[in-house]
């Protein structure tokens, strides 16, 4: 496709489900990113691949909070055990270059709106 | 560590009056600062960002920011508002000089009224 593609658009999930969030980077994008939305509140980092190698994961509010990427394409992050303060929606990015580069540039997919009931 | 505050979460401007969305920054390093706007369903899309390079700033679709050092500002500006300029705006500094961690504020709604 022509930009980053987030699935599914909205997922409603109940207290203490597993949720898995999808991201389909732009063809050849090498790095990943991905973000937290809470209402009314700017993106936070969560998470950062280079290719199929995870490198920074300082994001991460719990360990219940899992993403992949493992053959350097397609992500998916992982929520074990969903709480009400999970709800948010979750943003993917994608970039061409390296983390880093000045030449970088962030292209972000339209979201994923999680609802934790 | 780099924080951004943006003032005002809603502003609302008549169409062809000027845009101004205020952000200030915080940073104990030379920070690289970003504008991001966000259309209802849609991704963010970069703006603009300032790398230190020159302090005026110019992006797409007319906007422009200025850094100012000595105010710790990166205000957000418009000569002409138009309909189509409604969204979510964000200002962003980077970690150390990366792209990659950016630190967002919370954002302002700009409305635009006919």
């Known amino acids: 496709g022509a930009g980053v593609s987030q699935s599914p658009r909205y997922k409603v999930a109940k207290r203490g489900q597993d949720v898995a969030l999808r991201c389909d980077p732009i063809s050849g994008h090498v790095s990943l990113f991905w973000y937290q939305q809470a209402l009314g509140q700017g993106p936070e980092f969560l998470t950062y691949f280079q290719n199929e190698a995870q490198l920074d994961k300082s994001g991460l509010p719990s360990d219940r909070f899992f993403a992949e990427r493992p053959e350097g394409s397609v992500s998916t992050l992982k929520i074990q055990r969903t709480q009400q303060e999970d709800s948010a929606v979750y943003l993917c990015a994608s970039s061409l270059a390296y983390r880093g580069t000045t030449n970088e540039k962030l292209f972000f997919g339209s979201g994923t709106q999680l609802s934790v009931l | 560590a780099q924080s951004v505050t943006q003032l005002g979460s809603h502003v609302s401007v008549s169409e062809g009056a000027l845009v101004l969305l205020r952000c200030n920054y915080s940073?104990?390093?030379?920070?690289?600062l970003f504008w991001y706007v966000q259309y209802p369903n849609q991704g963010l899309q970069l703006l603009l960002k300032y790398t230190s390079a020159a302090t005026l700033v110019k992006g797409i679709n007319g906007f422009e920011a200025e850094f100012k050092k000595s105010e710790t500002s990166f205000h957000l500006t418009k000569p002409s508002a138009h309909m189509s300029d409604a969204a979510e705006y964000f200002c962003?500094?980077?970690?150390?000089?990366?792209?990659?961690?950016?630190?967002f504020g919370k954002g302002t709604k700009l409305s635009v009224k006919p």
């Open positions: 940073s104990s390093v030379p920070p690289y």
């Open positions: 962003a500094v980077s970690e150390g000089g990366s792209q990659g961690n950016l630190i």
